[in-house]
């Protein structure tokens, strides 16, 4: 769902341990998914994407895991680093035909050395 | 090869004056997309232009905002006669075609006093 002007939920974990990240969706008509990465005073980054016709999708150090049934998606990071510290925010596409993306509400992830 | 350029980074007006707000998106990339973040909230997305076009623009306010990005030159994001509730990051997005990976710019940062 959409933030409404709370602070950011946050996540704190150990440097070297695996940290989750959760965000539910809001329609389950979206059919493309993305986690950006943003650090402070900078735009949003790319981390990975997946689609609604797979439930996991690797990448470096990140996995994505979807599960339609419940509009939940989830972000693994392995072996966490002083430098993923940073907000997430998963986004959903509710158009095929373009990139009008529907961004949750963010987990700051602080990472503790 | 530059990423999305945006300027001002950072923009102060004071209530009532107008705000320019500029988009150079990637080489090669026809798409622009703008998105509004207010503090420890999610991108909200405003407006969907490629080149002499509006594609879509639900998530415009009716009034006071608009956006163009002409054939030759930047996208602009104008806000005319400010108020403090426009106080926000603006970001700027592009992508080659009007699906795929969405690259965003480093925003701009609009203070109304």
């Known amino acids: 769902g959409e933030s409404v002007g709370l602070h950011l939920p946050t996540l704190s974990v150990q440097e070297g341990d695996n940290s989750i990240i959760n965000c539910a969706y809001s329609?389950?008509?979206?059919?493309?998914f993305i986690w950006y990465k943003q650090e402070s005073g900078k735009g949003p980054q790319f981390i990975i994407d997946?689609?609604?016709?797979?439930d996991k999708r690797q990448g470096q150090r990140v996995t994505v895991l979807l599960n339609k049934t419940v509009k939940h998606l989830s972000l693994q990071i392995a072996a966490t680093q002083p430098g993923d510290s940073a907000v997430y925010f998963c986004a959903e596409n509710l158009d095929n035909a373009g990139n009008m993306l529907t961004f949750g509400g963010g987990t700051r992830l602080m990472v503790k050395p | 090869n530059a990423g999305v350029m945006q300027n001002p980074r950072h923009l102060v007006r004071r209530r009532g004056q107008e705000a320019r707000l500029r988009c150079s998106p990637m080489?090669?990339?026809?798409?622009v997309y703008w998105y509004r973040q207010l503090p420890e909230e999610g991108l909200k997305f405003m407006v969907y232009l490629q080149k002499e076009n509006i594609i879509d623009e639900s998530g415009m306010p009716k009034e006071r905002f608009s956006a163009e990005f002409p054939k030759e030159g930047p996208s602009i994001l104008r806000i005319q006669q400010v108020v403090r509730g426009d106080s926000a990051a603006y970001f700027c997005?592009?992508?080659?075609?009007?699906?795929?990976?969405?690259?965003f710019g480093e925003g701009s940062r609009l203070t109304v006093l």
């Open positions: 997005a592009s992508s080659q075609q009007g699906t795929g990976e969405l690259f």
């Open positions: 329609n389950s008509a979206s059919d493309y």
């Open positions: 997946i689609r609604s016709n797979m």
């Open positions: 080489k090669g990339h026809s798409h």
